[in-house]
């Protein structure tokens, strides 16, 4: 294309710089125009249009109903140049009386319900503002606040709201925008009533103080918040923190011993058809062993039953466990960042927001006031024009009715404005009786007072502050705790002690039996007296270990390297498959391998020792690692690894066989108790190593196994007896030759 068929200014610009700016444009578009609520009244752009576009429409709360599709149509053809369906999603939170703690639109039809199903289509639902919008949108008309051109230059919109109602804090809100996010939890707006009165009176007031007035979060769908209140006290002061917020839940006595648990109230911004799906689903899997079933009963209330396993289980050890499992408790975040009045977005504590609320209403009522004394210096201005025409009528009618230009001459004669002419002009043959001199004589003292009235009130700081101290009062009568909608339905609670609960409360206890094969590939099979020889492998692959655990059980796992691995039975694979890779359960190195393998018992003592020689008892305890990584016990020599793992308990002494087949007993209480570490010398050998060692009792004599189903008993052992770090006498006649006990 030839040079002059470009039109406008070519210019050569980094791309980085070029991304970088349309980038942060579109940053500070998503922050300003769809995410932050404003600090003044608590609403998004979406919303605020909403609401305007409504009130233009006439949808008051007196007043009937009009189909959502025109509220949409006439939003998004004036002020929102957006998709429908995500203004109808708006709208529909809007009315929703499980999302806004006080709804600001008033709705008939399906918006939605509490198990998470959508609102009907747009087309068949109606709306009209509620109460509360009423009061949020109160003076839009009397230049109480600014106006804006609207995207297309056609119309105007409000920049913000009046908003007599302290919406912010009262609904909250919650949005994610580029690089920053807020999250602002719903109030009781009869404690934010007081909180702002106590503020109007002691503006240097601590936020701290506040917080005792504003003790928590009030969620429309109830619940109990067992949040401490130093906490709730600090998140407030910060402007940053979180409530833990639970269920509330009772005990139903059904006879015979037996209950159940109702729940009926669920956490806020919580599907209860999600929530039931969840603990069905931990039900399947069995990871709720005190619960036997659960039921939704729920009409227009909510009404959860679970029931418990026996008659026997603890109710509170039960909702213990569902706290923790399910969302029946969740912690509900507090970021308290909004846009301030200059449309900075900037993270507010609670005195800050308020503080925010209080000035605008302030500025409100100023801009209200001088309206209205403007309207008022008009009518005295066109009812004295009146007065004159009740003092001069025959010469006003003459005027009219002779002059060529009665209104000059009106002017010229008794020195009036152009608004008291045009206004003398205009009036009705019947405005001419006497009585209604009398009615303008009365009106004009009236707004004589109210214009002195208006004048003190735009003079005096202390005058303005009273009654915006009386607007709040008026907004907590209306909506305040002693009204059905403003009663506290979120419980204040205190933070729950731990409970601590056992490890078979959480799993359904099994019997299984763990196999693990050569190769490492570990399962856990239903059922004890399992034959690991008829169990399937992979190919080249077969049976190593075998344990009967149960499902509650930990199982220990020792390795050459010296260190211990604990892995919960229950997260083991079943056994239809061939199970999983033990190495992907815990961090055993790849140039090590599996020792032992065998479920943790209380009270256990074991055995480790090294292919060198050295080992010690350790406690049960001891071996039982909170990590992947392990617990490392037994430290090998350089060039020895660990190579016994057997029980300690139940036997006097100890069987000691080397690499060079020579056999050593020593007596178990000549081996010490240690934690972590070398170990003492068991045996002494020229050549090889430790190969295997069993604890057992003298008086039963020394037992190992002969082919696959032969045992022998040796009872004179009298020979192999010896002081700990012996070298030992060579294996009795028949021992095996793998140097193996079993």
């Known amino acids: 294309m030839p040079a002059t068929a470009l039109s406008g200014e070519v210019r050569n610009v980094d791309f980085a710089d070029a991304l970088g700016e349309r980038y942060l444009s579109y940053a500070l578009s998503t922050i300003m125009s769809r995410s932050l609520p404003d600090v003044r009244d608590g609403l998004k752009p979406v919303h605020r249009r909403i609401l305007h576009a409504m009130q233009q429409l006439r949808l008051d709360p007196g007043l009937g109903y009009k189909k959502c599709a025109r509220v949409v149509g006439d939003v998004i053809g004036k002020f929102h140049p957006h998709g429908e369906l995500a203004v109808y999603d708006a709208l529909v939170r809007l009315a929703q009386d499980f999302s806004q703690r006080y709804p600001l639109i008033d709705g008939q039809g399906n918006f939605g319900n509490l198990d998470g199903d959508n609102a009907a289509a747009m087309r068949y639902t109606e709306s009209r503002l509620s109460p509360v919008a009423q009061e949020m949108l109160d003076g839009i008309d009397e230049d109480a606040v600014n106006f804006r051109p609207t995207y297309d230059g056609e119309d105007r919109e409000p920049v913000v709201l009046p908003a007599r109602f302290p919406n912010l804090l009262a609904n909250g809100a919650a949005g994610i925008a580029v690089g920053m996010a807020t999250s602002i939890p719903p109030h009781n707006v009869g404690e934010l009533c007081a909180a702002l009165l106590h503020l109007i009176a002691n503006p240097a007031c601590a936020a701290g103080e506040l917080a005792e007035l504003v003790p928590g979060p009030d969620f429309p769908t109830g619940g109990v918040l067992v949040e401490p209140s130093d906490s709730i006290c600090q998140a407030y002061e910060t402007g940053r923190g979180s409530f833990r917020l639970r269920a509330r839940w009772a005990t139903e006595t059904l006879g015979h011993g037996l209950y159940q648990i109702v729940v009926t109230e669920v956490p806020f911004q919580v599907q209860k058809g999600r929530l039931i799906e969840k603990i069905a689903s931990l039900l399947e899997e069995k990871k709720l062993p005190l619960l036997a079933d659960v039921r939704d009963e729920s009409a227009e209330d909510v009404r959860l039953v679970l029931e418990p396993k026996t008659r026997n289980v603890d109710a509170e050890m039960l909702m213990e466990q569902l706290f923790r499992l399910t969302e029946l408790e969740t912690r509900v975040p507090l970021n308290l960042n909004v846009l301030d009045p200059f449309g900075v977005p900037r993270v507010m504590n ?393």
């Not at 190195?589 to 008892?617: I, K, Q, S």
């Open 350 to 742: 609670l005195k800050e927001a308020l503080q925010a609320f209080l000035d605008h209403r302030r500025t409100v009522l100023q801009r209200q006031s001088r309206h209205r004394l403007a309207a008022v210096a008009r009518r005295i201005q066109i009812l004295r024009g009146q007065i004159i025409v009740y003092v001069n009528l025959d010469e006003v009618i003459r005027i009219i009715r002779e002059g060529d230009d009665p209104k000059a001459e009106m002017i010229a004669r008794w020195e009036l404005t152009e608004v008291q002419a045009e206004a003398i002009l205009d009036m009705r043959l019947r405005a001419l009786r006497r009585l209604e001199e009398i009615e303008i004589r009365k009106e004009l003292a009236t707004l004589a007072t109210e214009e002195e009235q208006l004048a003190r009130l735009l003079s005096s700081e202390k005058k303005q502050w009273r009654t915006v101290a009386k607007e709040v009062s008026e907004i907590a009568a209306e909506f305040g705790s002693g009204t059905p909608l403003g009663r506290r339905r979120t419980e204040l609670a205190a933070a729950p002690e731990p409970v601590e609960i056992p490890a078979e409360a959480l799993v359904e206890r099994e019997a299984v039996t763990v196999l693990c094969s050569e190769k490492g590939w570990i399962r856990a099979v239903k059922g004890h007296n399992v034959s690991a020889a008829e169990q399937k492998y992979k190919e080249g692959d077969g049976p190593r270990f075998v344990a009967a655990a149960e499902t509650t059980d930990r199982l220990i796992v020792f390795g050459t390297n010296g260190r211990f691995y604990t892995i919960g039975v229950d997260r083991l694979p079943g056994g239809r498959g061939h199970g999983e890779p033990l190495r992907l359960m815990i961090d055993l190195p790849n140039e090590h391998d599996v020792v032992a393998m065998f479920p943790y018992r209380p009270g256990m003592e074991l055995l480790v020792a090294a292919t060198d020689g050295r080992g010690f008892v350790v406690d049960g305890e001891e071996a039982v690692a909170q990590t992947r990584a392990g617990k490392q016990v037994l430290t090998p020599a350089e060039g020895a690894v660990g190579r016994v793992c057997v029980r300690a308990e139940g036997g006097d002494a100890v069987a000691l066989i080397g690499d060079n087949r020579r056999l050593l007993i020593v007596k178990l209480d000549d081996i010490p108790l240690m934690t972590r570490g070398r170990g003492v010398i068991l045996q002494r050998y020229k050549s090889g190593g430790l190969a295997d060692c069993k604890v057992f009792r003298l008086a039963d004599g020394l037992s190992w196994r002969q082919g696959e189903s032969r045992t022998r008993t040796e009872t004179n052992l009298v020979p192999w007896l010896g002081a700990r770090g012996g070298a030992g006498r060579f294996v009795p006649a028949g021992f095996p030759r793998a140097n193996r006990f079993s």
